[in-house]
T-cell receptor
């Protein structure tokens, strides 16, 4: 089955700096790669996603890149703000099981 | 108010007891999922269902059971065979398509063994 690895597990940046979180996946059949943000005690919420026929997608301060050959994808957050502090999860979905496999999460702390 | 609702928010289980977590959605989604979340381990898939009256084991199904008798409902039973059930349980749903689609999550149930 699919295996998703996520790095780093914790990330601390100064307000206004950029943050990058990286994930790798194992199943070449995976074709959908969402990123979720989870605040303490809350449900995960989708912030951006990308499909396998696209190399990059951007939404305001957030962007995701996908390298299918290397089987890795990354989340980029620019001009970070304190409200960006949360746990971020990457995930991958394959056409067989049609269920998301999640990475282990990255705790992002934005220092004011 | 459309969405996915889990109940209860907090649940306490005694040793050897079975408990059932409720998950209801009114999004008209075909697919539903149960995930378990432990600190530092992300979300792990317990069971999933892509259609009524059908479900499959995920990566950590041992000690759990589910049913999918209605499209809107996907309850999870944590049995006494699950030796370490203390965790945060998340239910999710999504539409079906040729590829993956966004999963919408409930607010979660925090289960504690007492």
């Amino acid at each position: 089955g699919e295996n998703v690895e996520q790095h780093p597990s914790t990330l601390s940046v100064q307000e206004g700096d950029s943050a990058v979180i990286k994930c790798t996946y194992s199943d070449s059949a995976s074709n959908y790669f969402p990123w979720y943000k989870q605040e303490l005690g809350k449900r995960p919420q989708l912030i951006i996603d990308i499909r396998s026929n696209v190399g990059e997608k951007k939404d305001q301060r957030i962007a995701v890149t996908l390298n299918k050959t290397a089987k890795h994808f990354s989340l980029h957050i620019t001009e970070t703000q304190p409200e960006d502090s949360a746990v971020y999860f990457c995930a991958a979905s394959d056409t067989g099981r049609r269920a998301l496999t999640f990475g282990s999460g990255t705790r992002l702390q934005v220092q004011p | 108010d459309g969405g996915i609702t889990q109940s209860p928010k907090y649940l306490f289980r005694k040793e050897g007891q079975n408990v059932t977590l409720s998950c209801e959605q009114n999004l008209n989604h075909d697919a539903m999922y149960w995930y378990r979340q432990d600190p530092g381990q992300g979300l792990r898939l317990i069971y999933y269902s892509q259609i009524v009256n059908d479900f499959q084991k995920g990566d950590i199904a041992e000690g759990y059971s589910v049913s999918r008798e209605k499209k809107e409902s996907f309850p999870l039973t944590v049995t006494s065979a699950q030796k370490n059930p203390t965790a945060f349980y998340l239910c999710a749903s999504s539409t079906q398509g040729a590829g993956g689609t966004e999963a919408f999550f409930g607010q979660g149930t925090r289960l504690t063994v007492v």
